[in-house]
């Protein structure tokens, strides 16, 4: 099962806590409101800049609904409160604190712990 394997390769155990915080880019280089995608280990890494919130949010850029790295052009957005990217291609919707699937029966996404310093954008890695 191809699928499975490249859903699993974004699986991330946080128990332990980050071990590497991987310098993205700058903060300047990301959209207001907007999200990019950048690349970690052969991972691609989907990092939105909530400017409205005042927020910063990082998962992976793997839609799990037809396996399409789109999710850093998704719209993001709030329910009840709660971040969210909307996938481009057909709407599903995902939690950007918790990477669960809001308004489907779909797989969850990684999401990843996000820091910014002296105007650049990290992102929290287990490995
Ligand atoms: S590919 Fe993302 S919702 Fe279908």
Redesign the pocket.
Known sequence: MEIVKELKTYTEDNTNGVKIWFKAARVIDFPENGGACVKYKGLQIAVFNFSRRKEWYACQNL?P??M?M?LSRGMIGSTTGEPKVA?P????TFSLQTGNCLNAEEENISIFPVKVEDGFVYIGFTR
Do not use: D
Request: proline share 0%; hydrophobic share 20%; glycine share 0%.
């Open positions: 839609c609904h037809k399409q789109v996938c291609f057909h709407k599903k």
